[in-house]
């Protein structure tokens, strides 16, 4: 599977937490890290990712993160 549907998948499954790049890297065992990161942030750009500083929920870490709004 492309590692940006990945990606949409497993941020949709954590809806309405947040995730950020660097969890979303370990949850898929991805380790080009700038990758992810650029998928993450395109992904931000369309209406059903919303991407800002926040809180993580797996890591607890406040940095940029990505959720899926709500449907
Ligand atoms: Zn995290």
Known sequence: MLIGQR???????????????????????YYSSADAALIAEALGTTPEFDRRRGQCVLCQNERIVIRANPT
């Open 7 to 29: 990606i949409n998948d497993l941020i949709k499954e954590h809806r309405p937490n947040a995730l950020c790049d660097k969890c979303i890297c370990e949850e898929l065992d």
